[in-house]
């Protein structure tokens, strides 16, 4: 069955996918089978599964279709704002991600690390 992934959080390994016949399907990071963990919007691939819980989704493949990738600027944004002024976010890479740690630089500079090792030139801080 294909979907597109409504959302993972990837804190705890687990997400949600809209499959196209309207379902909702459950899926756990184990049920993913590729090394990079999915994020919003991107389409799958899925075996429906029914569970006691509900539905879930196992064997899931993450699509392959070519997407947009903004390569410019050439460094990396931070930004409180909703809006990085004079850009264009192009595509979300993951949300709901942090880094934590008493030291806010050390905390800035684990979640740039983080979105970097993800393909994000660019993240938005929130309280």
Same mark, same amino acid.
């Given at each position: 069955?294909?979907? !597109?992934? +409504?959302?993972?959080?990837?804190?705890?390994?687990?997400? $949600?996918?809209?499959?196209?016949?309207?379902?909702?399907?459950?899926?756990?990071?184990?049920?993913?089978?590729?090394?990079?963990?999915?994020?919003?919007? %991107?389409?799958?691939?899925?075996?429906?599964? /029914?569970?006691?819980?509900?539905?879930? /989704? !196992?064997?899931?493949?993450?699509?392959?279709?070519?997407?947009?990738?903004?390569?410019?600027?050439?460094?990396?944004?931070?930004?409180?704002?909703?809006?990085?002024?004079?850009?264009?976010?192009?595509?979300?890479? /993951?949300? &709901?991600?942090?880094?934590?740690?008493?030291?806010?630089?050390?905390? +800035?500079?684990?979640?740039? %690390? $983080?979105?970097?090792? !993800?393909?994000?030139?660019? /993240?938005?801080? &929130?309280?």
């Amino acid at each position: 069955m294909q979907g !597109r992934v +409504r959302s993972f959080l990837g804190v705890k390994s687990y997400g $949600f996918i809209d499959g196209d016949d309207g379902e909702s399907y459950f899926f756990h990071l184990d049920d993913v089978r590729s090394p990079r963990p999915p994020v919003p919007r %991107q389409e799958v691939t899925f075996r429906p599964t /029914a569970t006691p819980k509900g539905l879930r /989704a !196992r064997s899931v493949i993450l699509g392959t279709s070519p997407q947009l990738v903004y390569v410019d600027p050439d460094r990396f944004i931070m930004t409180r704002e909703p809006e990085i002024r004079g850009h264009i976010i192009v595509k979300v890479v /993951a949300e &709901g991600c942090w880094y934590e740690s008493n030291d806010p630089n050390q905390a +800035r500079d684990g979640l740039k %690390q $983080f979105a970097q090792e !993800r393909g994000a030139n660019a /993240a938005k801080l &929130g309280r």
